[in-house]
């Protein structure tokens, strides 16, 4: 009796295809998470339709925005972000501040609703941790001081996402619980206290310390602390990820840091995958050809307003000119929080499905061009001191590398097909043959 297994199948080749993607992405110099998002939208509704199913993908995405968290937490040196936390906050609220104002101010203009407003000015305010983290870990960054104060801003976002869905909320039902109002109030103290403590010292943790030395356990060990944590805060009606990221920053202040850190990175690696893979699911390439010219003017208005924003507010809270030029590009684009806020207007019926597919649209593609308009920014500010003249001498210092890589690939692939010449009697037997 022949058996199959069309789910695994299905599954092996998307794990193939992310993988192939991924290691395209970095043999351009590019976070493989690039190339995830790419194999979602290649396999996806908008590809070869192999993944339609996207149930339990949502679920271990979820996970992996809990990991992401939990083991940003667990980096986090807190002595050195409260040397940056103050900066964070205001940063944060002059990049609120301004993009909803901006998004708010172009709504009669560009004939948005005011639903769609908000879910923009509150999207384009948000970066993305996953991407930002990726971008300094891979240039060597994260751990300089413009790594610590690019991480602050990051946490104090992530942390300004509750208030943002409060609002949201609010817009529909015409007022604030004052419930809800308290749990901000309540997170916000917890998060404070819990900061202090444990700036004081390092903390040792019994139970935990005896399960570090054996592999299977500690890995398991860790996976409890985030998503234990997570589910804690979630038993408390706040955010799993808010609980998975305080659980990681009791870890990452204990003697078993190092320890666990390393055993969870492969955990995190897989979820992660999973994570952008569904990114790339969510995105429409019929909506975007149909819509194109509208897509592609919201992206770059997003990207050059957000680099702008994001550089003059750290100028205005007096970082230098080279650490706020590197943050200020790094975080341009829309954070997968957004997502949720579009799904939570749709919900509450304050934008349109067409609107959510628009606010998607540009977050998948901006997400993907991150990298991209970093290294590009930052070659513009070196090469403006070459002073190159002709359009070809600025392509040629921006993607010079990148296109002799591809000319390599491009040479090899032809003496590949060289190497192996038609049989002649698939010739003979003309167009038709095999068919």
Request: a positive charge; hydrophobic letters at 55%.
């Amino acid at each position: 009796m022949e058996i199959h297994h069309p789910e695994l199948t299905a599954a092996a080749i998307v794990a193939l295809a992310a993988v192939l993607c991924g290691a395209l992405m970095t043999r351009f110099r590019q976070p493989a998470i690039v190339g995830y998002i790419l194999a979602g939208v290649v396999l996806g509704p908008s590809g070869f339709k192999l993944v339609n199913n996207r149930d339990a993908i949502d679920t271990l995405a979820e996970f992996g925005v809990l990991m992401l968290l939990f083991v940003i937490g667990m980096k986090l040196d807190l002595r050195r972000f409260l040397q940056v936390w103050k900066t964070a906050v205001f940063a944060t609220v002059l990049q609120i501040a301004g993009s909803v104002g901006t998004a708010l101010l172009l709504r009669h203009l560009l004939g948005w609703s005011a639903g769609l407003a908000m879910v923009l000015g509150c999207a384009v305010a948000i970066s993305s941790t996953a991407v930002v983290i990726k971008i300094l870990e891979s240039s060597d960054e994260l751990d300089t001081p413009v790594g610590r104060t690019t991480v602050g801003i990051l946490i104090a976002q992530d942390m300004a996402v509750v208030p943002m869905l409060l609002v949201l909320e609010a817009m529909e039902t015409h007022v604030i619980a004052p419930m809800d109002a308290a749990k901000v109030v309540l997170s916000m103290l917890i998060l404070g206290l819990l900061f202090w403590l444990l700036s004081k010292r390092k903390i040792n943790l019994p139970l935990t310390s005896r399960l570090i030395n054996d592999a299977d356990l500690s890995t398991l060990a860790a996976l409890t602390w985030c998503f234990g944590a997570a589910a804690l805060s979630g038993i408390m009606d706040l955010s799993p990820a808010y609980g998975a990221f305080l659980g990681g920053v009791v870890l990452g202040n204990s003697d078993q840091r190092d320890t666990l850190l390393r055993r969870s990175q492969p955990i995190q690696s897989v979820l992660l995958m999973v994570f952008f893979l569904s990114i790339g699911l969510l995105l429409d390439l019929k909506f975007i050809w149909r819509n194109l010219g509208q897509v592609m003017a919201l992206l770059a208005m997003v990207t050059l307003f957000k680099t702008a924003l994001n550089v003059g507010a750290l100028r205005l809270l007096r970082q230098d000119w080279p650490n706020a030029f590197l943050a200020g590009v790094a975080l341009a684009q829309i954070g997968e929080f957004s997502f949720l806020l579009a799904e939570s207007a749709k919900a509450g019926h304050l934008i349109t499905n067409q609107e959510t597919k628009l606010v998607v649209a540009v977050t998948v593609l901006s997400l993907v061009l991150s990298p991209f308009w970093l290294f590009t920014v930052r070659r513009m500010h070196r090469v403006a001191a070459v002073h190159a003249v002709t359009f070809r001498e600025l392509v040629s210092s921006l993607y010079g590398r990148e296109a002799v890589a591809v000319a390599r690939v491009a040479r090899k692939a032809h003496r590949l097909i060289r190497r192996r010449p038609i049989p002649r009697k698939m010739i003979d037997a003309g167009p038709g043959a095999g068919i």
